[in-house]
T-cell receptor, first 109, second 113 residues
Framework: RKEVEQDPGPFNVPEGATVAFNCTYS??????FFWYRQDCRKEPKLLMS???SGNEDGRFTAQLNRASQYISLLIRDSKLSDSATYLC??????????FGAGTQVVVTP | DAGITQSPRHKVTETGTPVTLRCHQT?????MYWYRQDPGHGLRLIHY???????DKGEVSDGYSVSRSKTEDFLLTLESATSSQTSVYFC????????????FGSGTRLTVV
């Protein structure tokens, strides 16, 4: 079983709509969580950290559910520029980041 | 953005030849990492370093070695390249470790023929 699992998508979203997707992790001892964004043929870039109480950064909201071991990302008022692959990242109990394979989001006009 | 560069950006090499990829940072970050990215697998850790001459293996280290003789440089060597090592290789740096996230280089696209 992979440590971090994501729905690969693609999630096709009309411009202006809201999209949300989850990622599950297997290590209950994980302590830190992140969402990264990766554009086609580019490097991953940190989008936001995920805090226990949930957090927002503009149109992006991240939530953590420790009991069910998943994190979520919600994008409101989607823009064409939000089209990318979103990587779920979890700090495992050994102090290394484990990456999911990514969820592809395609925002259409 | 953090100063991190990878070289070369693209390389085609023949099976059985040694290949060295370079990661150079200007941020004086202590932690450096090498990942490979393949379709359906996500990023997988090859080797990492917590400081000069302090390196350790990741989950997919077979066939790879690393060296870090200076804070700013982290070299990844494929000792004898195989077609299964065709991949995109990313270097990452971190000031204070995984709790603070990583900054990635632009990647090296390696093809082994």
């Amino acid at each position: 079983r992979k440590e971090v699992e994501q729905d690969p998508g693609p999630f096709n979203v009309p411009e202006g709509a809201t999209v949300a997707f989850n990622c599950t992790y297997s290590n209950s001892a994980s302590q830190s969580f992140f969402w990264y964004r990766q554009d086609c043929r580019k490097e991953p870039k940190l989008l936001m950290s995920v805090y226990s109480s949930g957090n927002e950064d503009g149109r992006f909201t991240a939530q953590l559910n420790r009991a069910s071991q998943y994190i979520s990302l919600l994008i409101r008022d989607s823009k064409l520029s939000d089209s990318a692959t979103y990587l779920c990242v979890v700090n495992d109990s050994w102090g290394k980041l484990q990456f999911g394979a990514g969820t592809q989001v395609v925002v259409t006009p | 953005d953090a100063g991190i560069t990878q070289s070369p950006r693209h390389k085609v090499t023949e099976t059985g030849t040694p290949v060295t990829l370079r990661c150079h940072q200007t941020e004086n970050h202590r932690y450096m990492y090498w990942y490979r990215q393949d379709p359906g697998h996500g990023l997988r850790l090859i080797h990492y370093s917590y400081g000069v001459k302090d390196t350790d293996k990741g989950e997919v280290s077979d066939g790879y070695s690393v060296s870090r003789s200076k804070t700013e440089d982290f070299l990844l060597t494929l000792e004898s390249a195989t077609s299964s090592q065709t991949s995109v290789y990313f270097c990452a740096i971190s000031l204070a470790g995984p709790d603070y996230g990583y900054t990635f280089g632009s990647g090296t696209r390696l093809t082994v023929v």
